[in-house]
């Protein structure tokens, strides 16, 4: 039994000094209650490696069988979520509710597939494990509005691994990908997700014990609305600001102060919130940065910006807690005048977010814990405007945020996963801030261990599936290919913003001390790495995919080395054109099937219609390598 493979890695495990033999056939006996679907989840994680699980709670256990003895904890350790293990020649689970048996059976699961197999036996260490949560709500949030939208079986594959990995919330980013009735204009060409598709998805989180919680943009970000005329009204600024979310100057924030805008947010959240069971709903809130710039300009000027806010804030939570819900917000815009903090209503839940390595995480959850506010630390996965991930800064950012947030009392850690300028990064590089993510989410204590050989172990393990032990490894350093060019960069990296700001004359503000030779660096780097795809032995059945990407994402990276060398190359502010023409014409050359290949790998696990505009990103390089 390797660190990894049980994961999150537990709070208490011990290798017996005796030898667990094991056949491949086990039989459940339980004194515990309900706990149908657990058993039934438990048997579908086995089922696929040959192993048979049968529920009969008051059998004894048939020739060929191991026995599963289920009962719950002693009460003097009871903590929530809590359980124990033991796997001798018979197992024995122990839990302090239904929570703690589903997450002893993941453990189980993940142990026996781990086990050598010879036949139909199992041999391996006897082990014994203690575990339970530092965080009680363990969350995930993906970004489906910004382009990808995930089809429902990359979904639900998505959610069976969450759960096996011991997650306990799941969150769907929305702007404007639900499928309102009469509000077609918003999500016509966005593939957006109807009511019936979020019943599903809300019955199978649940039945895995994952909470599946509404997420609607309540005031900022809302430009994919109000980019139609239809809206247009609606907005702070109706004529339209720059924004970092778009290429054109469009209206960003809803114009707090009209009944309309409110009215709008009635009817969406009617719409939206029946289809899920979940007892709160994430409304939003963040980024508001063109509040005080339009209609709310005199209001503002008046009660200051933070108070305007406020009020908003608890107008929005009125009408949440009408409909039975507790209401999630973004807290950057209230940790402006932290002071403020102590009048928000005690029933919001805060969530304090933060995507770099060194973000004031401690400050931060300082006001919240004081003001008496229930809040979630939110990190970030790193994957977005990079292509191939941010290992280091994924790493130090998801590991800042459990110790602050563990010392600091946070209810909830929600890793957050976004997909900013056309989400280029492929759903292979979603994984690693994940699986880093719920490690310290469940046992904060091992956030100083995790590293980049126990997360890519565990990738591997888990997600990759490769019995040669490359994937993961190679995934990381990938993510890793970005320190090498040298440039410093925040939210993203230097190689990804020269093809994101291809139009902009160079030197850049987001990649200030760019230069040849760290770009040639950065391409030997890559390069060095591309045959290893080719040693990657996956059991995954779509291995010869993230083959693919992992290629995809080299070939991509290198492309921009060369692009940002040829143009470093040329005067200071010179535009695109001023490249030579031979090399502007090879540039193109490789770019085109490049464009080809990313729709190809995003139709594999996404709907078609957010791809024209992540395609475009690359397109407008096409474009003026072209002109």
């Not at 699980?53 to 929530?80: C, H, K, L, N």
């Not at 507790?326 to 304090?352: C, N, S, T, Y």
Request: contains cysteine; proline residues 6%; aromatic residues 8%.
């Amino acid at each position: 039994m390797n660190e990894a493979s049980i994961w999150p890695p537990p709070q208490e495990a011990r290798r017996l000094d005796s030898v667990s033999v094991l056949p491949t056939r086990f039989s459940i006996r339980s004194r515990a209650r309900d706990l149908a679907p657990v058993f039934e989840a438990f048997a579908a994680r086995l089922r696929p490696h040959g192993l048979e699980v049968r529920v009969d709670p008051g059998a004894a256990a048939s020739p060929g069988e191991a026995t599963i003895f289920v009962d719950e904890a002693p009460t003097s350790w009871r903590p929530p979520q809590s359980y124990s293990l033991a796997v001798t020649s018979t197992i024995t689970v122990l839990a302090a509710d239904t929570a703690g048996y589903r997450h002893a059976f993941a453990t189980l699961a993940q142990h026996l597939r781990s086990l050598e197999r010879s036949g139909a036996t199992l041999r391996g260490p006897a082990l014994t494990v203690r575990d339970w949560p530092d965080f009680l709500v363990r969350g995930v949030m993906l970004d489906v509005s910004r382009t990808r939208v995930p089809r429902m079986d990359a979904l639900f594959a998505l959610v069976d691994q969450l759960a096996a990995w011991k997650i306990n919330q799941l969150q769907l980013y929305m702007e404007h990908t639900f499928a309102y009735r009469g509000h077609e204009d918003a999500w016509r060409d966005a593939s957006p997700f109807t009511g019936a598709e979020i019943d599903a998805l809300d019955e199978r989180c649940a039945s895995l014990g994952v909470e599946l919680v509404p997420n609607q943009q309540s005031f900022g970000h809302m430009h994919r609305w109000l980019k139609h005329e239809r809206y247009r009204d609606l907005a702070e600024v109706p004529e339209g600001v720059d924004h970092a979310f778009s290429i054109d100057r469009e209206p960003y924030s809803l114009d707090l102060s009209d009944p309309r805008a409110l009215a709008l947010l009635d009817d969406l959240y009617d719409q939206l919130l029946p289809h899920f069971r979940a007892h709160e709903f994430n409304v939003g809130l963040d980024e508001t940065f063109d509040l005080g710039l339009g209609k709310s300009r005199a209001a503002c000027e008046a009660r200051g910006r933070e108070r305007v806010y406020l009020e908003y804030l608890c107008a929005v939570r009125e009408k949440v807690v009408a409909r039975g819900k507790r209401m999630q917000f973004w807290g950057d815009i209230v940790l402006q005048r932290p002071e403020l903090v102590p009048e928000l209503p005690k029933d919001l839940i805060a969530l304090e977010w933060g995507y770099d390595e060194g973000h004031p995480f401690a400050e931060h959850v300082r006001h919240f814990k004081e003001s008496g506010l229930t809040f979630y630390v939110c990190p970030g996965t790193s994957s977005w405007q990079s292509v191939a991930g941010r290992t280091r800064n994924m790493l130090g950012n998801v590991r800042e945020a459990a110790r602050h947030g563990h010392e600091g009392g946070a209810l909830g850690y929600l890793i957050t996963d976004w997909g900013d300028r056309g989400h280029l990064q492929p759903r292979s590089i979603l994984h690693p801030g994940l699986c880093a993510g719920a490690a310290v989410a469940w046992n904060a204590g091992y956030a100083p261990r995790l590293d980049r050989e126990s997360l890519a172990a565990a990738l591997d393990e888990h997600v990759y599936l490769d019995d040669a032990r490359v994937a993961g490894r190679l995934v990381l350093e990938l993510g890793d290919a970005y320190l090498e060019c040298g440039a410093k960069s925040t939210n993203g990296s230097a190689l990804f913003f020269l093809l994101a700001f291809a139009r902009d004359p160079l030197p850049h503000a987001r990649m200030p001390d760019l230069d040849a030779a760290g770009l040639r660096r950065a391409r030997a780097y890559l390069l060095e790495r591309r045959p290893r795809v080719d040693e990657i032995r996956s059991r995954r059945p779509d291995a010869d995919a993230l083959r693919a990407e992992l290629r995809w994402i080299v070939d991509v990276l290198v492309f921009a080395c060369d692009f940002g060398v040829a143009r470093t190359e040329t005067a200071p502010g010179s535009p695109v054109l001023a490249i030579d023409e031979r090399t502007r014409a090879d540039l193109a050359r490789r770019l085109r099937p490049l464009i080809v290949e990313h729709a190809t790998s995003w139709l594999r696990h996404d709907r078609p219609g957010g791809l024209p505009e992540s395609r475009a990103w690359l397109e407008r390089v096409l474009a003026l390598l072209e002109a």
